[in-house]
């Protein structure tokens, strides 16, 4: 059975496997030492509970051998009644009876006595523990006072015995190995089903890269959810969404290779034609005429190609979600007009500027330009002679509207619907375009999460007759955060009546 590598990456990164296995051993390891130092202190505990009662029994046996006569302590204790108390294979016994003064009445003088705050706590008759050491050996001594009624503290005659601490010791050692000695048995074991688990754990994680490994070449289609576990929907989720992403962006290349490749044939066939036409021609006029028309193929191919562009680069800024941030429609519109005015002079027409004050909107500087740079190009290309283009930006409530109007042919509703699909071109216009300006204004509106149109112009010219027609965008207003909190400002969806 195999399992995922637990080696480190050139990166540093461990695998999953490994991290979970450390995590889950680590804690382990660092309480194994805790548990035998636990182990260790309740060994001794327990080993030494029936040794205390032997002792308070020697105790005990001691002092029902002494009697008090006319008040004082008279010791019972015989001979073989002493080798008893000492008869032990392991443990040396060690015992006296002490009175009034220290005085010796029976056993070893050496014994160390209790300590005065141990003394001035015990009662008489009750029985007590303590340890200490005699001739370099650990002891555990047992020790009560015994007194007669009316008899002062300072009388009381003192029984202790003190054994050494060898049984408890090998008792205790034979509790921690009983406990410890399972464990080099137990930790292994564990250690093997942790990591088994662990590798049955993980087998849905391993399915669902043996899934993705085994998809074609350009299968974007999203990972089913079905079988996948509750914690990895998460991450099927989050994958899903990046398939969709990039089957956008594969989509847009997609469209923009097909477009370019329908829109740019016509055109460079055409240049070829006429530059063939030209090689043949030996008069300069008809050279000359040969040449102009060249030369007006290429700036229609030029134009062509920078809309082409110009679309790419939108729809790659609205799948990259390309930050935006606050400028001044107004004053941009007014720059870009500047760079108008001479073809417009050129064709007599009067383009005009409505100034109403600074408006603020979200939005790429970059995009903006080249949608207010096809918006005007638009009215000046569908505008007749002597005609007028005004383009003005006005702040309504939440809303800043963008209207470019003109007193051109104007346009239908029918065709106000369509103007804005790619290559859709009014019949009948006389105007020669690739039908792709438009199509780049209402990229770029989306990605500004603007509402772009287009409709016949409401306003009477001076004749009284209807003409031209009015490019409006409409885009939320961006306050400040302080004046965001009188109000959240309208989406475009919810546009005010009239600006649809």
């Known amino acids: 059975m195999k399992s995922p590598r637990k080696s480190a990456s050139p990166e540093g990164q461990r695998s999953l496997f490994g991290e979970i296995l450390d995590w889950m051993l680590a804690p382990l390891l660092f309480v194994w030492p805790i548990s035998i130092a636990v182990t260790h202190y309740f060994a001794n505990s327990v080993a030494s509970f029936p040794y205390d009662q032997a002792l308070r029994e020697s105790v005990g046996a001691i002092a029902r051998q002494i009697r008090f006569v006319d008040g004082r302590p008279q010791v019972m204790l015989s001979g073989s009644a002493r080798a008893l108390l000492r008869s032990d294979e392991i443990d040396s016994v060690y015992f006296h009876v002490i009175g009034r003064g220290g005085k010796l009445l029976a056993g070893d003088r050496e014994l160390p006595l209790p300590r005065e705050d141990e003394r001035a706590l015990a009662d008489a008759g009750e029985a007590y523990f303590r340890d200490a050491e005699y001739n370099g050996q650990d002891l555990r001594v047992a020790y009560l006072y015994l007194s007669d009624p009316g008899m002062p503290r300072d009388a009381w005659v003192l029984v202790e015995v003190g054994e050494t601490m060898e049984k408890r010791s090998q008792l205790a050692n034979k509790i921690i190995a009983s406990v410890i000695l399972p464990q080099f048995v137990i930790i292994p074991l564990a250690v093997i089903l942790v990591w088994f688990g662990l590798s049955q754990g993980l087998r849905p994680l391993t399915r669902l890269r043996e899934r993705i490994q085994a998809r074609r070449e350009g299968d974007l289609s999203p990972i089913p959810a079905r079988r996948v576990p509750e914690e990895l929907q998460p991450l099927t989720e989050a994958f899903n969404a990046m398939l969709g992403r990039m089957q956008n962006n594969m989509e847009a290349q997609s469209r923009f ?39 007006t193929s290429v ?46 002079i050129a064709r007599r027409i009067d383009l005009g500027f409505e100034p109403a004050g600074p408006v603020s909107v979200l939005g790429n500087s970059f995009l903006l330009r080249e949608m207010l740079n096809n918006l005007i190009d638009n009215a000046l290309r569908y505008t007749p002679d002597d005609g007028r283009v005004t383009c003005r930006v006005v702040a309504q409530g939440d809303f800043a509207v963008l209207e470019i109007e003109d007193s051109g042919i104007g346009i239908s509703e029918e065709d106000a619907q369509r103007v804005f699909d790619r290559f859709y071109r009014v019949d009948g216009t006389g105007v020669e375009g690739s039908g792709l300006g438009l199509a780049i204004v209402r990229e770029i509106a989306e990605l500004h999460r603007a509402a772009a149109s287009l409709r016949p112009n409401p306003r009477p010219s001076a004749d009284g007759t209807v003409r031209g027609s ?31």
């Open 470 to 500: 009015i490019a409006r965008v409409v885009f939320p207003i961006h306050r400040s955060p302080a004046a965001s909190e009188a109000g959240s400002p309208a989406l475009p969806g919810n546009l005010p009546a009239g600006f649809a």
């Open 257 to 295: 290779i097909a477009d370019a490749a329908h829109q740019m044939r016509t055109p460079l066939t055409g240049l070829k034609m006429q530059a063939q036409l030209a090689m043949r021609e030996s008069d300069p006029a008809e050279l000359r005429h040969a040449l102009r028309l060249i030369a």
């Open 299 to 344: 700036d229609r191919a030029s134009h062509l190609v920078n809309q082409l562009l110009a679309l790419a680069r939108a729809e790659a800024s609205e799948h990259s979600q390309q930050a935006l941030v606050p400028l001044d429609l107004e004053r941009l519109l007014r720059e870009v007009i500047e760079g108008w005015v001479e073809r417009a």
